[in-house]
Every structure is written in C-alpha cells, then in structure tokens.
C-alpha cells in the first residue's frame, strides 16, 4: 500500500513536533530587568531547578479536547433527563449530594488559584505552560459541579438544601471540614498548601476516591450524572499530578528541602485521610442502597487506590531521594479506616447531627446492617442499635435524638486540627496553643496543629508557615444557644419559616416534615469551652471517661 | 388533571410529591443582577466565600501574619459592596472553552490553508523580517500579560472578579501561544527564517525596550486590580490595540499576508469582551456610595503612571511602521486613535489622559 496516493499524502504539510512546540513556548518568559515580579506569596522552600513540564501539551490541541469532553457530559446530561433519570435515583443518594457538591466547587476554585502561586515559585516556564492549564481546568471543574448541583435542584424531588448551598457551605458543622480541605491549598507557605497538600497529596492519591469510587456508587444508585461530571473531570487529573510530580522533583534536589518535605508530606496524608475519608467514605458507604457483597467496600478500595498504588508506588520511592517516609501514618490510617470504625462513626456523628445540617439523612436498615456486617466485621454490635435508634426517632414528636439520653451517644469533642471530632475517643489528645487548651483527634493531629503549622519547625525557623485560626470549633459558635435559634440564624429553614431543610427521613409528606418546633428546648453546647471551664481534676477525670467511649443502649 | 400524590413518593423526580419547598428550584442565597439569574451567576456567585459571605468562622487558616485567604487589602481600591459586580461576559467553563476552542480551529485552519496554497513564500521580504523580528517580540508581551494577570486572579475578593481575570489571563496565554506556533510553523516555509530572532529583539532591541518595562511594570505590580486595570484600561488601548489593529492587522495584506491578521483578530475580540468586563468592574468603584473620590484618585493615579509606560512604549514602536514596503497606516494616524479610544475609556470612568 505504501505506493498509493491519498489525499492525506497530497495534503499533508510539515508541522512541528510536540516535543518542539512546548519548548518554544516554554521560551516565551524571560528573566524582568526592569521592575522584578512581586514575590507575594512567600515559601520557605528553595527551588533552584527548573522543573520540567511531563505532559508537553499546549492551548491550541488543549481547548479543543476540552470542549470535546464538556461536549459529551453535558451531551450525556440531556439525555439523563430524556431518559427520566430522576424517576428511577435513589433519593438517599442525592441528598447526600447536597454536602458533597456544597463543598467540592470551592477546593477546586482554590486549586485555580493556587496555580498563581506556585507558577511564580517555579524557576524557567517549562511547568508554567502546565500550571496554565490546570488552572483553566479548575475553572471548568468548579463551574461544571456548579452546573451539575444546579441540574440536580431542578430535576430532583427535594430540591430544598440544593437551593441554598454555597450560603450552606460557609455555615455547616459538616462543612467546615471541607473549608478545611480548600483553604489549605491556598493560605500559608505556598509550596505546602499548593503543591505538597493539593498536587502531590490531595489530586495524586485521593482524587481517586472522590473522582472515581464515588461516581461508581452514583452509577448504582441511578444517578448517571455525577459519573458523567466528575470522569470527566477526573481524566484532567493526570495533567495535574505530573505537575506537582515535576515540581517536587525539583524541590528534591535541594537536601535543605527535605525537613519541610517530611513534615508536609506527613501533614498533607494525615489531614487527607481525616478529611477525605470521612466525606467521601460516608457518601459511599452510607449514600448508598446497593448491597451488592460482591462489590469492594471503601476499605478495600482504599487499599487499592491510596495503599496499593500511593503508598507502594508514590510514596514509598521518596526514601530514596532521602526524604523519611512514615510508613506507620498510612498503618495507622489503614486501622483506623478497618479496625477503628472511623467512617462509621463519621457517618454516625453527622446523622446525630441532622438537625442543623441541609439534607435528609434516612436511617440504615436490616438490609444495610447485613451488609456492613459482611465488609467490616463487628460492625453491627457497634451500630445497629444506634441505627435502630435513629429510625425510631426519626418520626416528629420524638425528641432530637442530638439530645436523646436515652440512646446512650456522647456527644464527641472537634478535632482541632482536621475539624472531623475526636471520634475514635481513645486516641482523643489535647495539646496547648499559646498557653489555650485545645483537643485533637489523634496525635498526629496535635503534631499537625502544634509543631507544623508554626513559625519553627524542629529548630529551623519556618517564617512561610500558615496558622490555624478562626472560629475553628462549629460548636463554639452556637455555645448556650437553643439549637431551633441555631438553626434559624443558619437558614437551614424551608421557605414557609418553619420547616427544616434537614429530615432524618426520605418521607416526602408534610406531615412527617420536622420543624422548628419540633426541635425548640434544647440547648447547644461546645464542648471545648465547656472542657476549659473544667478545673484540672474534673477536666483529666472528664477526658479519661471521653477516651472510655460509650455504648448505645439497646434499641428495643 | 389528578392531585399530585404526595406519600409515598415512588419517583425522585421534581413533582412527584409537594411539600414546603418541593418547588424551590432557584438559588435563594444571592441576588441576581437582574429579575432572573443567568446561568454565569447561577455556577459562579459566591462559590468564594469570606467573611461576610457566608464564612460562619471566618477563615480558619491563616497566613503568618494573620490574614486569611482573601482579604480587601490586596488592592488599595475601597468598595462597599465588592459582590456586586458580575462579568458582562458571563462566562464561565463551557462558553469559555466553546469560544477558545473555536478561535484554536479558525487559527489553525488559517495557517495550514494558507501554508498549503504557499502563501508564506508570498509575503514581502521586508515583511518577514517584520514577522520574525517584531511579531516575535509581541509574543512575549501578550505572554507577560497572561502571567500577570494568571497572579492577580488569585487575590480578588469574589468569584466574579477572579473569575474574569481568569479567562482574561487564558486568553492572553492562548494568543501568545498562537502567535509562537504560528511563527514556527510559517518559519518552516520560509528560507533563513531566524525563530529566535523575536526574543532577541524583547530582550535586546531598544524599540522594544518601553514595551518590555511598561509590561514588567504590570506583572510587578502587587496590587492584582492594578494589574488588571493598567492591562486592559492603559497597556490595551495605547500599545496592544495599537500594535495589532493598527499595525499588523493592516499591513499584513498589502504586504502579501493574509494569514496574520486572521491570527491576530481573536486577540481585538478578546480585547473587547475583557475591555467590558474591567470597565464593568471598574465603574463599579469610581461610582461607589463611600469610596468614589478615594478610587478615582487611585485609578488616576494608576493612569499617569502606565500612560507613562505605554507612551515611551508605543514611542518605541514607532519606526516599524515605516519599515514595510507597503505602507497604508501612518504611525501618527493610528496613534491619533489609540489616544482616542483610551479618552473615550477614561471618560467612561471619569478619568482624564494625562498630558505629555
């Protein structure tokens, strides 16, 4: 055939080669003579190599593919709808929508921004040409989960919760943990917030269980929508993760670097896993109605995803660089996801919670018990009758099972640090932040809040470093205040002024709608003003009974 | 027409049962421009929250000296409501990839219809040199544009204004992106092309040398507003419009090239829809119920300061018009207009050119 003449051959014309197209443009910068760039946001990191840029591709193939891809979500969208998609979903999925997509569009916009601050970081424009694209794609990711929450408010039974997210998300006691997640790629040294705890940490090892084990479940519960967004989304991920790769091969090859990497790498996988695997964890094991037992649990997709390949394959690799890796973070986080209970007590906390929250939350069910029990053994002595418990209260006229003594839950302290509470109460620590009391989840969360984000870190001085600050305790806010008030001022109240946004249930009936005076007559507490006002003896004796536990009482 | 069952709900979808709220299918936590919210604000408002919008703790990390991840001091304008503006553009993702996507294939189709009819080796010789040597500067302006503005979209204090200073920054690394390939790509046809020539000429060539500090003036400024407002009210009218309108867009065919001036249009249609948006924002503060007096004398002050900039720049520029064959546009005509366009957006602000 190589004889015949096509009209590919008559046509065809010398381009240049990918390769040299990226390094022309990689040629576009130049070293300021007149007036130098403002270094605004400042690193404690050297970076004396330039990084390389691993993906070699540029804006004239990139917007193309791009708005090929959005071609085919938003293509796949109209005909979700034509097929009546919504008739067929699983409502205690997309209720559970309602938090993930109040928080998931602000880390992402967060991302864009940081792209600001490390392309200024970055010596040559090798990698700028990358960080321009992740930046534009951060912008497509937040704007299209905008986009999908939108679709949802207008085509889902319930569209209360939906219609009030963004205002939501700067409220919740659930929320704040996503705050948590995106403030932290943008505020501090810039290389730990952009590149160690979004790009190396966040998009390399858990976008994997928020892009890809999520919209697995979705497709379960018939909702085809979000797996249509976040694939597609997810599969702009790899650019991403090879910028932050390059990145931190050129910050490697400055030995100074490798202190703050150690802390940052520890700080940046500790505080995922606190976070993500809380969120993501009780979307997929709780949002769920499919008890398929032969399908992974998020325990073993974890160890595929974050164990497996991350650890094994990402990580591990860094000891030869010389940076210490703590091989036994990633253990304890493996026990805490199996041995620990930690999602389920996550799922637990934010299902006492409901009532100032802004979604429906249903109970588990004898169904759901069987399977929990087949994946993670012991599960049901723990929390069946806690669930039994929450259906029963479910119904108006019982008491908010938030202040229900009868169920036997101890209200848990919040993590400093992670902002998830003290939830495994064993390990619960405090520690001290100029001369203030303060309680931690974990050690390693102590560490994280005490020793990391600090202006010296093991002797060295860490000018860059960021503070944790604000209001960070939710209960702190709401200390001595009736919850039916608390919840007005949050504006997780219906339109009629009176019905909650929040349901323990998926009865869509007026009738069985909880409002504010269903609610009215119990006082919010928080628990570290109330453990500060402690005297010493009573606060030790308080925290050696907090790290005790409880048992719910049985559910009869 | 039966009732609408209401319990139990077999379907979840909208209507299948009512109850408060069962209709609440709008954003209730912003208010629109208009009557009704656009699709732009429906996925952009407030996705950035703050303090007053709807930060319950407020920021809850800080950087070493206790501010938060966005403050109002990352400009020296004041503005009592900095929610209120909404980019005239309205774009977000999927228009902003539809519209640089498109632009890509005009501007490929352009170049690679142009190089098979054999139009590089058509272009005048004096035009090429003007292709390789002062095209091949330009790039780096537009690039050091994109990269000033890719900074200040990280400090604004709403979505929106971050947002339009975003795509402003896309479209800006786009067209120098283009503007390098293209290069690349027509220096392929033509013999002795010199594809670096171009950066020798940004770093090295004293015509050059008003555009280069007028631009470094921009990306080092701290100030993300200032960098926005000196890009698209002063740098834009005065030496970008001036440069590709009034030069390469007008030379290029009496000179036998009609490839350039198709690569170059997107850039003035870019100009325009970003032109919109800062005036937007910037009218916004010069008409501001507590702070007018205070931002006009900023904005002004911003305005002799880059009109300084882009004058000795635009100054700089001058002899290459005279160095084509064909010559239709005279420096001191387009300079007329470029003067006019920037008074006519100064006055839209309230602002005055200062004299030289």
């Not at chain 1, 931190?248 to 790498?265: G, I, T």
């Not at chain 1, 986080?333 to 409901?354: I, M, N, S």
């Not at chain 1, 939710?474 to 009629?496: C, M, P």
């Not at chain 2, 979808?13 to 208009?34: I, Q």
Request: proline share 4%.
């Amino acid at each position: 055939m190589s004889g015949t003449l096509t009209l590919n051959k008559i046509t065809a014309q010398r381009g240049i080669s990918v390769g040299d197209a990226a390094k022309k443009i990689a040629d576009l910068g130049w070293n300021p003579s007149y007036v130098q760039e403002a270094m605004t946001f400042p690193t404690d990191y050297k970076i004396a190599k330039a990084p390389k840029d691993p993906m070699k591709q540029v804006l004239r193939s990139y917007f193309p593919m791009q708005e090929e891809k959005d071609n085919r979500v938003y293509g796949a969208l109209d005909a979700a709808l034509r097929g009546d998609m919504f008739r067929n979903v699983e409502p205690r999925w997309v209720e559970w929508m309602k938090l993930f997509l109040a928080i998931i569009p602000f880390p992402e916009i967060s991302a864009a921004r940081s792209m600001a601050m490390v392309g200024r970081l970055a010596p040559g424009e090798d990698l700028r040409t990358g960080f321009t694209m992740q930046m534009v794609d951060e912008f497509r990711h937040s704007t299209i989960q905008m986009n999908l929450k939108k679709w949802y408010m207008e085509n889902y039974i319930d569209p209360a919760g939906f219609d009030i997210t963004e205002e939501a998300f700067g409220k919740c006691y659930a929320t704040t943990i996503g705050r948590q997640f995106g403030e932290g790629f943008i505020t501090g040294d810039a290389i730990t917030s952009a590149n160690v705890y979004l790009t190396v940490v966040a998009e390399t090892a858990f976008t994997n269980t928020l892009f890809v084990a999520m919209p697995s479940e979705a497709a379960r519960n018939g909702d085809y929508a979000l797996p249509t967004v976040f694939l597609s989304v997810q599969s702009d991920e790899s650019r991403h993760i090879g910028n932050g790769h390059s990145m931190l091969m050129s910050m490697l090859k400055e030995p100074e670097n490798h202190l703050l990497l150690e802390r940052d790498m520890r700080y940046a996988f500790w505080q995922n896993h606190a976070i993500v695997d809380a969120a993501i964890g009780t979307f997929i094991e709780y949002g769920t109605t499919n008890r398929d037992k032969t399908k992974e649990s998020y325990a073993e997709m974890w160890h595929r995803w974050i164990f497996e390949d991350y650890y094994r394959t990402y990580m591990l690799p860094l000891e030869k660089y010389g940076i210490k890796i703590h091989h036994d973070d990633v253990q304890t986080a493996w026990k805490r996801l199996t041995e620990k209970h930690y999602v389920h007590k996550v799922a637990q906390f934010f299902a006492v919670g409901w009532s100032a929250n802004f979604w429906r939350i249903e109970a588990q069910t004898d169904k759901d018990f069987e399977w929990f029990e087949h994946k993670y053994p012991g599960w049901y002595a723990q929390f069946g009758d806690f669930w039994k418990w929450y259906e029963k209260l479910s119904h108006r006229g019982q008491t908010n099972i938030l202040f229900n003594s009868d169920v036997g839950y101890v209200y848990p302290h919040r993590c400093w640090s992670c902002l998830v509470p003290c939830l495994i109460r064993e390990d619960m620590v405090t520690g001290e932040i100029d001369g203030k009391l303060y309680t931690f989840a974990h050690e390693l969360d102590r560490w994280t809040a005490v020793e990391a984000f600090a202006g010296e870190y093991q002797g060295r001085p860490t000018p860059a470093m960021g503070r944790f600050s604000g209001r960070r305790e939710w209960e702190s806010v709401y200390h001595n205040v009736d919850i039916a008030d608390a919840i007005k001022d949050l504006g997780f109240v219906r339109t009629d002024g009176k019905t909650l946004v929040a349901q323990p249930h998926l009865r869509f009936d007026e009738k069985e709608m909880w409002t504010l005076d269903d609610v009215r007559g119990h006082i919010l507490k928080s628990p570290l003003l109330t453990l500060r006002e402690m005297s010493p003896a009573d606060r030790e004796k308080h925290l050696a009974e907090y790290r005790k536990g409880f048992t719910i009482n049985p559910c009869n | 027409m039966t009732a609408v069952q209401s319990v139990p709900a077999k379907s979840g979808a909208a209507g299948a049962a009512v109850f408060p709220d069962s209709d609440s299918r709008k954003y209730r936590y912003f208010e629109p421009r208009s009557k009704r919210a656009t699709h732009y604000e429906d996925v952009t408002v407030d996705v950035q929250p703050d303090p007053e919008r709807y930060l319950l703790q407020d920021w809850i990390i800080s950087f070493p000296n206790g501010k938060g991840a966005y403050t109002k001091d990352n400009t020296a304008a004041l503005s009592s409501s900095w929610h209120a503006f909404r980019a005239p553009d309205q774009e977000w993702e999927r228009t902003h990839y539809q519209r640089q996507s498109k632009i890509e294939t005009m501007v490929q189709s352009v170049i690679a219809n142009g190089r098979k009819s054999g139009a590089p080796k058509g272009f005048d010789k004096a035009w090429v040199k003007i292709l390789q040597n002062h095209l091949g500067a330009w790039k780096h302006a537009e690039f050091g544009l994109g990269t000033s503005l890719m900074q200040a979209q990280r400090y604004g204090y709403t979505q929106m204004i971050n947002n339009a200073t975003l795509t402003n920054s896309s479209y800006k690394l786009r067209l120098a992106q283009d503007i390098t390939l293209y290069l690349a790509e027509i220096g392929m046809d033509i013999p002795g092309f010199d594809d670096a020539a171009g950066k020798r000429a940004w770093l090295e060539d004293k015509g050059w040398q008003g555009t280069r500090e007028a631009i470094e003036s921009i990306m080092g400024s701290a100030d993300y507003l200032e960098q926005y407002f000196a890009t698209n009210i002063v740098f834009e009218p005065l030496v970008g419009e001036l440069f590709r309108s009034g030069f390469l867009m007008q030379v290029g065919s009496p000179n036998g090239d009609f490839i350039t001036p198709a690569v170059i249009s997107a850039a003035e249609a870019d100009y325009e829809r970003n032109l919109a948006n800062t005036i937007d924002l910037m009218h916004l503060l010069v008409t501001d119920n507590q702070h007018a007096a205070h931002n006009k004398k900023l904005f002004q002050g911003w305005v002799n300061k880059h009109v300084a900039l882009a004058g000795k720049a635009a100054t700089g520029l001058q002899p290459i018009w005279s160095q084509p064959h064909s010559k239709p546009v005279q420096y001191a005509d387009v300079r007329a207009q470029s003067v006019e366009r920037i008074k006519k957006i100064l006055g839209e602000l309230g602002l005055v050119l200062p004299k030289e």
